[in-house]
């Protein structure tokens, strides 16, 4: 069995604070994918990031960053100095190979000006 | 390049009654998946298409729910009849590469289509 938990249902930050979305995954494969995605309002997936399984590189994009600890199954997002455009629903999302992307819960982010 | 379109966006119905969405992915993109957003909730996969055949149709309601890729490009997905459960986004997504493939590529998703059942 796959599952994605995103503990945290809505977060609401000020701008330029630093804000840390947590994914904590589960699966019994060893090659597996995960993935973030935006849902800004208008309701459209936006892919941010892919990940497999044997890379635990940090990645950092901007002011986007990712940490993939394979010993605590956790794939977890961090933007740095937000900003008002950053309010949106995070999915995080996990690909084995037996099934298509499985998503978490989503966590709702409201970043006030 | 054009993106995944959906149709309609809104559809208000009630229980009981049926109704259709359309998805048009990506042009060359072989794989089209149907997810289903219900509010407060992530995606969850209903079918997936590997060109006109289906891959993984085991979270489809199949009493109630049908879909098909005639030809390979398109698809249709249709629940009849509705319930009021039902009430949900229905995400279209595309994706170049097949199932089978590394990563399972990433998926491109249309602005869905809001059905509210009353």
């Known amino acids: 069995a796959q599952k994605v938990t995103q503990a945290q249902t809505e977060i609401s930050v000020v701008e330029k604070e630093d804000v840390t979305l947590d994914c904590v995954y589960e699966t019994r494969d060893t090659t597996y994918y995960l993935f973030w995605y935006k849902q800004p309002p208008s309701g459209e997936l936006v892919f941010l990031i892919r990940r497999n399984s044997f890379d635990e590189q940090n990645e950092i994009s901007g002011r986007y960053s990712w940490n993939f600890q394979k010993s605590t199954s956790s794939f977890n997002f961090t933007i740095t100095a937000s900003q008002v455009v950053d309010s949106a629903v995070y999915f995080c999302?996990?690909?084995?190979?037996?099934?298509?992307?499985?998503f978490g819960s989503g966590t709702r982010l409201q970043v006030q000006p | 390049e054009a993106g995944v379109a959906q149709s309609p966006r809104y559809k208000i119905i009630e229980k009981r009654q049926s109704v259709a969405f359309w998805c048009n992915p990506i042009?060359?993109?072989?794989?089209l998946y149907w997810y289903q957003q219900i509010l407060g909730q992530g995606p969850k996969l209903l079918i997936q298409f590997q060109n006109n055949g289906v891959v993984d149709d085991s979270q489809l309601p199949k009493d109630r729910f049908s879909a098909e890729r005639l030809k390979g490009v398109d698809s249709t997905l249709k629940i009849q009849p509705a319930k009021l459960e039902d009430s949900a986004v229905y995400l279209c997504?595309?994706?170049?590469?097949?199932?089978?493939?590394?990563?399972?590529?990433?998926?491109?998703f249309g602005e869905g289509s809001r059905l509210t059942v009353l």
């Open positions: 997504a595309s994706s170049l590469e097949s199932s089978g493939r590394a990563g399972g590529g990433e998926l491109f």
């Open positions: 042009s060359g993109h072989a794989t």
């Open positions: 999302a996990l690909y084995t190979g037996r099934r298509a992307l499985t």
